[in-house]
């Protein structure tokens, strides 16, 4: 079987999405992650709904598949990055989030998309985890539930530093029809699990997967060939699991030279393919 790789569009935040998508699709991908921003389909623009058949036309003349990302630092407040989250204390906040998660939903409607990413958030000072979660839970099926009616796969993240961080904490969430989006430098990161153990692990749950270099407790995501992933192995996971879907890199601090790290990271992950041994016979 062979693994298809998509790339994250917050790694080509100097391009217009136009462009970000031919560069990707010359690369020769097979997908685009795409994180909804205030200059890649504004889910908040007037015309929206135009711009997303447009983009959808596009995406199928150049047989690009999609997965939707929900992580812009500023498109809900330009004054707080990632705010307001679904464990915000402003209920008029949380439900702001959530209704920008709907959006995301149509959204994947209208793109096709295979999945809908998004994660918790961090609770601020002074707000009781168990009333955070609580509201967490409250979000979760409201954009579960919305998801289920639009045929969307809704994917919750874990990630480091918020309160949905490990996969035991996804694990512990009881959430009818709720998928993984598993970002496997994450992995490494909160130290918790080897990345392609993760991926065997959750494979009955997993709705997306992220992929990118990081080092162990460092939560920078780098280039493939400067962290301490395995990247290999992670691949052979997907591999060994079935794994059919779209695997997205996702380098969100490379968009000054995206020019260069989209086409190279795709080679480097077609290099990692090839070390694959001939069967013994």
Same mark, same amino acid.
């Given at each position: 079987?062979?693994?298809?790789?998509?790339?994250?569009?917050?790694?080509?935040?100097?391009?217009?999405? *136009?462009? !970000? =998508?031919?560069?990707? /699709?010359?690369?020769?991908?097979? $997908?685009?992650?795409? #994180?909804?921003?205030? &200059?890649? %389909?504004?889910?908040?623009?007037?015309?929206?709904?135009?711009?997303?058949?447009?983009?959808?036309?596009?995406?199928?003349?150049?047989?690009?598949?999609?997965?939707?990302?929900?992580?812009?630092?500023?498109?809900?407040?330009?004054?707080?990055?990632?705010?307001?989250?679904?464990?915000?204390?402003?209920?008029?906040?949380?439900?702001?989030?959530?209704?920008?998660?709907?959006?995301?939903?149509?959204?994947?409607?209208?793109?096709? *998309?295979? !999945? =809908?990413?998004?994660? /918790?958030?961090?609770?601020?000072? $002074?707000?009781?985890? #168990?009333?955070?979660? &609580?509201? %967490?839970?409250?979000?979760?099926?409201?954009?579960?539930?919305?998801?289920?009616?639009?045929?969307?796969?809704?994917?919750?993240?874990?990630?480091?530093?918020?309160?949905?961080?490990?996969?035991?904490?996804?694990?512990?969430?009881?959430?009818?029809?709720?998928?993984?989006?598993?970002?496997?430098?994450?992995?490494?990161?909160?130290?918790?699990?080897?990345?392609?153990?993760?991926?065997?692990?959750?494979?009955?749950?997993?709705?997306?997967? !992220?992929?990118?270099?990081?080092?162990?407790?460092?939560?920078?995501?780098?280039?493939?060939?400067?962290?301490?992933?395995?990247?290999?192995?992670?691949?052979?996971?997907?591999?060994?699991?079935?794994?059919?879907?779209?695997?997205?890199?996702?380098?969100?601090?490379?968009?000054?030279?995206?020019?260069?790290?989209?086409?190279?990271?795709?080679?480097?992950?077609?290099?990692?393919?090839?070390?694959?041994?001939?069967?013994?016979?």
């Amino acid at each position: 079987m062979t693994l298809r790789f998509a790339y994250n569009t917050n790694g080509t935040a100097n391009h217009r999405l *136009a462009d !970000a =998508v031919d560069l990707i /699709a010359d690369a020769g991908y097979q $997908g685009v992650a795409l #994180t909804l921003d205030i &200059h890649h %389909l504004d889910p908040f623009a007037e015309h929206w709904v135009q711009d997303a058949q447009s983009l959808s036309s596009r995406l199928q003349r150049l047989g690009l598949g999609v997965v939707i990302e929900t992580g812009a630092r500023f498109l809900l407040d330009p004054k707080a990055k990632h705010e307001p989250t679904l464990v915000s204390g402003d209920a008029v906040g949380r439900a702001r989030r959530i209704g920008f998660l709907k959006r995301a939903i149509d959204i994947g409607d209208i793109l096709h *998309a295979e !999945a =809908v990413s998004f994660w /918790a958030g961090v609770p601020k000072p $002074g707000i009781d985890r #168990t009333e955070a979660r &609580h509201w %967490l839970n409250e979000g979760l099926v409201a954009v579960t539930e919305y998801a289920r009616a639009k045929s969307v796969v809704p994917c919750l993240e874990p990630e480091p530093g918020m309160l949905v961080e490990t996969l035991d904490d996804f694990a512990a969430l009881s959430i009818d029809g709720l998928h993984l989006a598993l970002d496997t430098g994450h992995c490494l990161v909160t130290g918790e699990r080897d990345p392609a153990e993760a991926v065997a692990e959750f494979k009955d749950r997993i709705g997306t997967v !992220a992929i990118e270099d990081m080092k162990r407790g460092e939560h920078i995501h780098l280039p493939f060939g400067e962290g301490d992933m395995d990247v290999p192995g992670v691949l052979d996971a997907l591999d060994a699991i079935g794994f059919q879907k779209l695997v997205c890199v996702e380098l969100s601090r490379e968009s000054h030279r995206a020019d260069v790290i989209v086409p190279a990271s795709l080679s480097y992950l077609r290099d990692c393919r090839k070390h694959k041994a001939e069967p013994v016979h």
